[in-house]
């Protein structure tokens, strides 16, 4: 068996410095036009050794989810040495960004992050499975530490559409069925739940690329939500996953293990409702689709 090789990973310091942005759109505009592959030939790993946990950066996070400063919301700061990670694995698979969707995500909550230390940041793209005959999911983790103690965990699952058949004859099948059926889950009443009305405002997506580093302009521009195939823009998958983090721990509830799987886009000027309870949430719209759902703890 071949050895591992460690990939490094460089975050260029912060989202907003001009080489994060410079490789950012590079990126992006590299994955819209490239033709569409699914080539997964063996496990990626990767590490940024130096994630600077900045002062500035907390307080963007919780400006941006008005969060008071006395409650301790476990933000995935990380978000932009994530996105560098996964968009060279995905140049890597050949990927055109046009067939990928954030499916799911799983974190778990070991240590308070302390602004001004420094992180190791783990990054492992383990398989690509097929799910179904024009789908695969890719699957990856994430793990911070410091000094050798785990502070955070996550398990990313993102779904390839449009599989080339020429691909998909080369990948594992998914034996598991998680899966299946998660866009049509019915709206179910939760026992003993509180609910929250949220307005979710139209710049939110800028805002929330502003501050993880999220550019991704298929959530600011009209024209280019149509071209992925959206009615209209909608905020990022880990800006829902967040702001309900925020509600949560706001709520009283102290989160040490968190799911979200991604049913439905939650659209910007819109009005949603979070049901949730001390182990399970589901976010709604107004008709009562279930936009996204999870476990807590």
Aim: with cysteine; net charge positive.
């Amino acid at each position: 068996m071949d050895p591992v090789v460690i990939e490094p990973v460089y975050n260029h310091k912060h989202p907003g410095t001009l080489a994060y942005k410079r490789f950012y759109f590079r990126s992006v505009i590299k994955g819209v036009l490239r033709p569409h592959r699914v080539i997964f030939k063996k496990r990626r790993v990767g590490r940024d050794d130096h994630f600077v946990f900045y002062p500035k950066g907390k307080k963007k996070w919780y400006k941006l989810y008005g969060v008071p400063e006395d409650v301790v919301v476990p933000f995935t700061y990380s978000d932009y040495s994530r996105a560098v990670g996964l968009m060279e694995a995905i140049d890597g698979l050949g990927t055109n960004f046009k067939h990928l969707l954030h499916l799911k995500s799983e974190i778990w909550f070991y240590q308070e992050l302390i602004p001004e230390d420094i992180y190791v940041i783990d990054y492992a793209f383990e398989d690509v499975l097929q799910i179904k005959p024009d789908k695969a999911a890719m699957i990856g983790r994430t793990a911070i530490s410091r000094n050798g103690t785990l502070y955070m965990k996550m398990r990313d699952h993102f779904v390839i559409k449009d599989l080339p058949k020429r691909d998909a004859a080369y990948l594992k099948k998914d034996e598991t069925d998680e899966f299946k059926g998660i866009t049509r889950v019915p709206a179910e009443p939760m026992e003993n739940a509180r609910v929250e009305e949220i307005y979710i405002p139209m710049d939110l997506a800028k805002r929330y690329g502003d501050t993880s580093g999220d550019y991704s302009i298929v959530h600011t521009s009209p024209r280019i939500a149509k071209y992925f195939g959206y009615e209209r823009t909608f905020i990022q998958g880990l800006c829902s996953a967040n702001l309900i983090m925020s509600k949560l721990c706001m709520a009283g509830i102290k989160l040490q293990h968190f799911t979200i799987t991604f049913g439905r886009p939650v659209f910007m000027d819109s009005t949603v409702y979070l049901y949730f309870t001390e182990r399970e949430y589901q976010l709604q719209d107004e008709d009562d689709n279930v936009l996204c759902f999870g476990k807590i703890n």
